[in-house]
């Protein structure tokens, strides 16, 4: 089974920090690179997806960036808000989730 | 935008008992539904892979007599965890992915199972 690695496991940023998660993986035959996030309690939502033919995709203040060479791809969270505090998980296509990241947006 | 309703969002029962988990897609045709298992403060794991009038197909590890999916139409796919144990607690979620290209995944809000 293809494998995700995600870091960190837990995040604690400022209010109007940047969160930066970053997800690396093995098997270059997915072309479909999600992210989620999740409340407790409440099944994943697709925050933003990127597709391998493009290096940046910026969608208000989330960003993902992808390095193909690398097989890494990035969660960028501008000016983080205590709203934003949830897992948020990296999965090739939807098949192979990260084990997450805990994000806490302190006030 | 598209909605994946889960069915019912929480449910309690004796060990023994078959308990049945409903996934709808609300407003599109989903020909592919998938079925995921997670633990408290772990990721999703994939249990199965849901194809519309095809049988499902299970991920190693995963018993297939004692998860029952069923995808009958484009827009209910159905989990049934059959004979269920305490060990069967879970949180159990669907997704359910669009007919044409690259359709992101539509997740469902999960339901939480607890076997006394």
């Known amino acids: 089974q293809q494998q995700v690695k995600q870091s960190p496991q837990s995040l604690i940023v400022q209010k109007g920090g940047i969160s930066i998660i970053n997800c690396a993986y093995e098997?270059?035959?997915?072309?479909?690179f999600p992210w989620y996030q999740q409340f407790p309690g409440k099944g994943p939502a697709l925050l933003i997806a990127?597709?391998?033919?493009?290096s940046e995709k910026k969608e208000g203040r989330f960003t993902i960036s992808f390095n193909k060479s690398a097989k890494q791809f990035s969660l960028h969270i501008m000016d983080s808000q205590p709203g934003d505090s949830a897992t948020y998980f990296c999965a090739l296509y939807a098949l192979n989730f990260g084990k997450g990241t805990s994000l806490l947006v302190t006030p | 935008g598209a909605v994946v309703s889960q069915h019912p969002s929480w449910v309690i029962c004796k060990s023994g008992t078959s308990v049945k988990i409903e996934c709808r897609s609300l407003d599109f045709q989903a020909t592919t539904m998938f079925w995921y298992r997670q633990f408290p403060k772990q990721s999703l794991m994939l249990m199965a892979t849901s194809n519309e009038g095809s049988k499902a197909t299970y991920e190693q590890g995963v018993e297939k007599d004692k998860f029952l999916i069923n995808h009958a139409s484009l827009t209910l796919s159905t989990l049934t965890v059959t004979s269920a144990h305490p060990e069967d607690s879970s949180f159990y979620i669907c997704?359910?992915?669009?007919?044409?290209?690259?359709?992101?995944?539509?997740f469902g809000d999960g339901t939480r199972l607890s076997i006394l």
């Open positions: 990127i597709r391998p033919d493009v």
């Open positions: 098997n270059t035959a997915f072309d479909y």
């Open positions: 997704s359910a992915r669009g007919l044409r290209g690259y359709q992101p995944q539509h």
